[in-house]
T-cell receptor
């Protein structure tokens, strides 16, 4: 059972435009969400996170939006750059000292073309 | 430089042989994790450890074993019991658990190919 879903396996965006990557989750206990970026044959790198007490978190060109009622989050990249071309994973966890797992989605491959 | 080191980057083994993947971190993180990545399946948790000499099974632990004798080291053994061992293996560490807002930092991965 996939608790974190990224239903779009790929996305193609023109340089300078906005990239919107989506993520849905099914577990209502999830309270903490992260986005990672991954290049081929490398480990993922952390991009941005958000906890459920917020509905938006911004860091430079990256903004994550959280809609708890819809169990949906999205990552916006503005403006998109060719170097943003990578696979993006969303991950989720439940708050609490005994929750040790990060559950990952299947990833969305973003391609930014000139 | 602080970071997580996985070695080797590429590893080839014959079917039926056990193989151990190395993961070392000098970030002074308490928590360490092993994930496996397969095409179209994202990252799946194999084992994790919150403290030295203690570790827990993740979602796909069958056919794998780990040890955590030192804070900085968390080696993963892929045994002959693992049905489909060919994959990209990722080690990660975090200062706090994800449930406490911890951020997992990943190594560069080891590509294991079993022939």
């Amino acid at each position: 059972d996939q608790q974190v879903k990224q239903n779009s396996p790929s996305l193609s965006v023109q340089e300078g435009r906005i990239s919107i990557l989506n993520c849905d989750y099914t577990n209502s206990m999830f309270d903490y969400f992260l986005w990672y970026k991954k290049y081929p044959a490398e480990g993922p790198t952390f991009l941005i996170s958000i906890s459920s007490i917020k509905d938006k978190n911004e860091d430079g060109r990256f903004t994550v939006f959280l809609n708890k009622s819809a169990k949906h989050l999205s990552l916006h990249i503005v403006p998109s750059q060719p170097g943003d071309s990578a696979v993006y994973f969303c991950a989720a966890s439940a708050w609490g000292p005994d929750t040790d797992k990060l559950i990952f989605g299947t990833g969305t491959r973003l391609q930014v073309f000139p | 430089d602080g970071g997580i080191t996985q070695s080797p980057k590429y590893l080839f083994r014959k079917e039926g042989q056990n193989v151990t993947l190395s993961c070392e971190q000098n970030l002074n993180h308490d928590a360490m994790y092993w994930y496996r990545q397969d095409p179209g399946q994202g990252l799946r948790l194999i084992y994790y450890s919150q403290i030295v000499n203690d570790f827990q099974k993740g979602d796909i632990a069958e056919g794998y074993s780990v040890s955590r004798e030192k804070k900085e080291s968390f080696p993963l053994t892929v045994t002959s019991a693992q049905k489909n061992p060919t994959a990209f293996y990722l080690c990660a560490s975090s200062l706090r658990s994800p449930g406490q807002g911890g951020i997992a930092f990943f190594g560069q991965g080891t590509r294991l190919t079993v022939v």
